[in-house]
Every structure is written in C-alpha cells, then in structure tokens.
C-alpha cells in the first residue's frame, strides 16, 4: 500500500499558504509583482499595508449602509434580471456575516449571478470555478445559492489566504481544503464533506481533474501575462466537465507597466463558443463615490469592461 495522502485543510491550509505567501510565483503579471509586495495577510485573513485587491469597507453604521444603499439603487436598473433580489439578499447576508460594508464591489458580483442565474440552470453537482476572486465574495455567493456544487478558487498565494478565510466568515463551518496536484484534487473531491477547494495559480493544472460546470473571471485576465491567460482557457476546454460555462468580463483593452498590451477579444475565444450573453457590462461601467454628481461612467476606450457568458467549445477527451 502506498503512503496515504494527508490533505491540508481547514487552518493548517491557511497557514501553509501565509508561510509561502513571499515566494516567487510564475503566474504573477508584473502589476501584480508591484502590488503583492505592498501587503501582508496573515493566517486569519488580516491585512496590513495597501492592499490593491478592492474595498472591505469596515464602516457598517446605520448612517453608511442607507447612504450606500441610497447610491446603489439607481443601478438595480442595469441588472433587470429575475434573481437579482435574491442575489442581493445572498451577498447582503455574506456582507453581514464578514463584518463589511455591503458595496459596490458587492453588488457587482450580485448582479454577474443573478445575469448568470438567467441563462444557465446550476442544478448539476458540477464544480464551480471562480478565477482571481476578491475576499471570496462571488465564491461565497456561488456556495450559497448552489450549496450541492463545490467551490474552487484559484489565485495567488496572498490573495488566496483572503478568499478563503473570508468565505469561512462567511459559510461558519465550512470544510476546505488547499489542493497542489492532480492527486491531491481527486483526493478532495471524494471526500463530500469538503465543499470549498482552494488552488494556488502555479498550481491551475491540479483543476483538471474536476468537472468544472461554471467559470467565473471578474476583472482580473486583465491583469494576467497571455500564457496565463491560454492555459486558463486550456484548463476549461480540457477538465472533466461535458460542457463548461464561461462567465468572463473584463477590459476590451488594457496595457500592463511592461508594455504587454491585453485585448478581450484576443482571448483564445474559438467560433465553436456558443455566446449567451455579450456587451458592455453596465455595472462595472457605472460607480459611484461621494463626489457630486456622485454616480460616474467610466468614459474612454481604455475604460470599456466587457462581459460574455459563452457555452465553451470543449476539447476532445
Ligand atoms: C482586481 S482583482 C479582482 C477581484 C474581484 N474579482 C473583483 O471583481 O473585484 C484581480 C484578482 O485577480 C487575481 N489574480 C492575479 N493573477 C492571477 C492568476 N494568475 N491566477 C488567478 N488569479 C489571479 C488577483 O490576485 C486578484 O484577486
């Protein structure tokens, strides 16, 4: 008999990856080699310094939540999709559960499931995949809403401390484990009671080995090197799923500090995609902030945030 694999989970995950948080990463485009030297996370999920990874707004007075509440609901509009209350209600409970603020941020990721509640039926107990998460808030609202279908998160090492240990707020009691390869995956997915897999980005190969229903990218292939961004699309066409959905919405154009210029449309997208849904996203065009007139449109070629729900073409196995 061979050695028996132990896997990490729970805390032990959390503080394996907070020791390896400083190591070299393949997967870290050099935006984010600037960005993770400015923060540290800690095994509980705590930062300190400037973190570039969205808003956890810690105010949570009754004044702040009216005034954000006041701001967001012009833009329920742009979301004119039959789930959005309920999408709403799920990601005010994580907010809640997390000890933030309820945002714009979060109501982003509110409105992507409730556009993706529309098109596509997650009744099947295939896996979902969110790439590059921010404190595990579309995670956390996957596992929610479509509790029989695991969740599995892959980013860099700081960021993945962060989503996992806000989605344990916001699941209590929440069994997770931290995966490595192909074996360790397998191992995680036959046991029932781990419902949250987090995956290392040098580590996506290990995402093979499950049935990836749902993938979901929210502004962030526009900050990955293209080789990373091919062997995502490669892991899609290629895991164990009979078909994979896609959920991608980030900038038609974006040019790292090293010059590499990112186009949307230059994804490795095939004409074998069968496209849902594909414009401009209205929510991550709008903001808005405390200056006057308040609610702001990004304007500008550079500033266009795309989004596409596509049926992916899938490889042949
Ligand atoms: C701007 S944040 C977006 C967070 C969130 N999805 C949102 O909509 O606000 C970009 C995210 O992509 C992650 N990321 C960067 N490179 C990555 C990679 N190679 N694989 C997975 N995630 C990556 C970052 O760590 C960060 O969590």
Known sequence: MGPVLTLLTGQNALEFLAARA?????????????????????????????????????????????????????????????????????GRLIAKRQNRQFTNDNQRQC???????????????????????????????????????????VNLTKPLILDMAYIRQALPGIRFALVSNGEEMCAALADDSIRM?????????????????????????????????????????????????FYCCNKLHKKLSDGTKLRFNDYPWRDGDSVLHNTICPWSQWYYDK?????????????????????????SK
């Open 22 to 90: 400083d190591e070299a990463e393949q997967g870290r485009s050099v935006y984010w080699q600037e960005e993770l030297g400015n923060f540290l996370v800690a095994a509980d999920g705590s930062v300190s310094g400037r973190a570039a990874l969205g808003n956890v707004a810690a105010k949570v007075s009754a004044f702040n939540t009216l005034a954000h509440a006041v701001l967001q609901f012009p833009f329920h509009r742009l979301a004119p999709y039959p789930d959005r209350a309920d999408c709403l209600r799920l």
């Open 111 to 153: 409105f992507t499931l409730a556009l993706i509640r529309k098109y596509l039926d997650l009744g099947s107990d295939d896996c979902n995949l969110v790439i590059g998460d921010g404190y595990g808030v579309m995670s956390s609202l996957l596992l929610l809403y479509a509790p029989h279908r695991r969740a599995i998160v």
């Open 197 to 245: 897999i987090g995956v290392r980005a040098d580590d996506f190969e290990s995402i093979c080995e499950a049935a990836i229903g749902l993938a979901i990218n929210v502004v962030s292939m526009q900050e990955m090197e293209p080789p990373v961004i091919k062997n995502y699309f490669n892991l899609l066409r290629g895991n164990k799923a009979q078909q994979t959905a």
């Open 291 to 315: 200056t006057p007139p308040f609610w702001h449109y990004r304007h500008g070629d550079g500033r266009v945030i795309w989004h596409r729900l596509a049926l992916l073409e899938m490889d």
